[in-house]
Protein backbone atom coordinates (compact mmCIF):
# COMPACT_ATOMS: atom_id res chain seq x y z
CA UNK A 1 0.00 0.00 0.00
CA UNK A 2 0.85 3.47 -1.03
CA UNK A 3 -0.47 6.85 0.56
CA UNK A 4 -0.32 9.58 -1.74
CA UNK A 5 -0.96 13.52 -0.22
CA UNK A 6 -0.95 16.12 -2.79
CA UNK A 7 -0.11 20.16 -1.57
CA UNK A 8 1.01 23.23 -3.20
CA UNK A 9 -2.34 24.31 -5.04
CA UNK A 10 -4.08 27.45 -4.84
CA UNK A 11 -5.37 30.76 -6.72
CA UNK A 12 -2.68 32.32 -8.75
CA UNK A 13 -2.80 34.98 -11.99
CA UNK A 14 -2.36 33.60 -15.27
CA UNK A 15 1.10 33.68 -16.03
CA UNK A 16 2.24 32.90 -12.65
CA UNK A 17 3.56 29.65 -11.24
CA UNK A 18 2.71 26.63 -8.50
CA UNK A 19 4.81 23.83 -7.84
CA UNK A 20 2.97 21.04 -6.49
CA UNK A 21 4.47 18.58 -4.48
CA UNK A 22 2.78 14.55 -3.47
CA UNK A 23 4.61 12.94 -0.67
CA UNK A 24 4.37 9.18 -0.38
CA UNK A 25 4.67 6.84 2.26
CA UNK A 26 3.99 2.75 2.69
CA UNK A 27 5.68 0.50 0.36
CA UNK A 28 9.07 1.38 -1.17
CA UNK A 29 8.52 4.73 -3.40
CA UNK A 30 11.36 4.06 -5.43
CA UNK A 31 9.50 1.16 -7.45
CA UNK A 32 6.83 3.10 -8.50
CA UNK A 33 6.46 5.06 -11.57
CA UNK A 34 4.70 8.53 -10.90
CA UNK A 35 2.24 10.36 -12.69
CA UNK A 36 -0.02 13.95 -12.69
CA UNK A 37 -3.57 14.20 -13.94
CA UNK A 38 -6.18 16.87 -13.27
CA UNK A 39 -9.20 17.14 -13.57
CA UNK A 40 -11.53 20.28 -14.49
CA UNK A 41 -15.55 20.52 -13.66
CA UNK A 42 -17.72 18.37 -15.75
CA UNK A 43 -14.26 16.85 -17.44
CA UNK A 44 -12.39 13.63 -17.62
CA UNK A 45 -9.19 12.96 -15.60
CA UNK A 46 -6.74 13.71 -18.21
CA UNK A 47 -3.02 13.02 -18.19
CA UNK A 48 -0.33 15.72 -17.32
CA UNK A 49 2.82 14.43 -16.91
CA UNK A 50 4.14 11.10 -15.60
CA UNK A 51 8.31 10.69 -14.56
CA UNK A 52 10.24 6.91 -14.12
CA UNK A 53 11.10 5.22 -10.74
CA UNK A 54 14.59 6.65 -11.34
CA UNK A 55 13.79 10.43 -12.82
CA UNK A 56 15.36 9.82 -16.16
CA UNK A 57 12.13 9.75 -17.97
CA UNK A 58 9.36 12.21 -18.62
CA UNK A 59 6.33 12.69 -20.73
CA UNK A 60 4.27 15.50 -20.68
CA UNK A 61 0.81 16.11 -22.50
CA UNK A 62 1.35 18.84 -24.88
CA UNK A 63 -0.41 21.21 -23.49
CA UNK A 64 2.13 21.56 -20.62
CA UNK A 65 5.23 20.98 -22.82
CA UNK A 66 7.86 24.04 -22.14
CA UNK A 67 5.71 25.50 -19.28
CA UNK A 68 5.39 22.13 -16.48
CA UNK A 69 8.94 20.13 -15.04
CA UNK A 70 7.93 16.48 -13.25
CA UNK A 71 10.54 15.87 -10.97
CA UNK A 72 11.05 13.58 -8.05
CA UNK A 73 13.32 12.79 -4.81
CA UNK A 74 13.31 9.30 -3.92
CA UNK A 75 15.07 10.01 -0.95
CA UNK A 76 12.55 12.05 0.50
CA UNK A 77 9.45 9.81 -1.26
CA UNK A 78 8.38 12.88 -2.90
CA UNK A 79 7.36 13.49 -6.51
CA UNK A 80 6.90 17.65 -7.99
CA UNK A 81 5.31 19.18 -10.32
CA UNK A 82 6.70 22.59 -11.15
CA UNK A 83 4.11 24.88 -13.16
CA UNK A 84 4.74 27.81 -14.98
CA UNK A 85 3.45 30.31 -17.51
CA UNK A 86 -0.11 28.86 -16.16
CA UNK A 87 -2.96 30.07 -18.02
CA UNK A 88 -6.82 29.87 -17.01
CA UNK A 89 -7.16 26.26 -18.59
CA UNK A 90 -4.91 24.83 -16.24
CA UNK A 91 -7.64 25.69 -13.44
CA UNK A 92 -8.80 22.00 -12.30
CA UNK A 93 -8.44 19.46 -9.30
CA UNK A 94 -4.85 17.75 -9.39
CA UNK A 95 -3.75 14.41 -8.99
CA UNK A 96 -0.72 12.59 -8.29
CA UNK A 97 -0.90 8.78 -8.94
CA UNK A 98 1.34 5.48 -8.67
CA UNK A 99 1.96 3.07 -11.41
CA UNK A 100 3.72 0.13 -12.17
CA UNK A 101 2.47 -0.72 -15.82
CA UNK A 102 4.44 -0.08 -18.82
CA UNK A 103 4.91 3.52 -19.79
CA UNK A 104 2.82 3.16 -23.12
CA UNK A 105 -0.29 3.13 -20.93
CA UNK A 106 1.16 6.10 -18.40
CA UNK A 107 -2.15 8.30 -20.34
CA UNK A 108 -4.32 6.36 -18.56
CA UNK A 109 -5.78 6.60 -15.42
CA UNK A 110 -6.67 3.12 -15.17
CA UNK A 111 -2.93 2.17 -15.47
CA UNK A 112 -2.51 3.87 -11.73
CA UNK A 113 -3.10 1.99 -8.71
CA UNK A 114 -2.59 4.48 -6.05
CA UNK A 115 -3.95 7.64 -5.84
CA UNK A 116 -3.83 11.17 -3.74
CA UNK A 117 -6.97 13.12 -2.61
CA UNK A 118 -6.22 15.74 -5.41
CA UNK A 119 -4.97 19.37 -5.02
CA UNK A 120 -7.27 22.62 -6.54
CA UNK A 121 -5.06 24.87 -8.87
CA UNK A 122 -7.34 28.24 -9.60
CA UNK A 123 -5.93 30.29 -12.40
CA UNK A 124 -7.54 33.88 -13.03
CA UNK A 125 -7.34 35.57 -15.81
Known amino acids: QVQLVESGGGLVQAGGSLRLSCAAS????????MGWFRQAPGKEREFVSA????????YYTDSVKGRFTISRDNAKGTVYLQMNSLKPEDTAVYYC??????????????????WGQGTQVTVSS
Open 97 to 114: AATVAEARVWIRPDAYVY
Open 51 to 58: ITWSGGGT
Open 26 to 33: GRTFSGYA
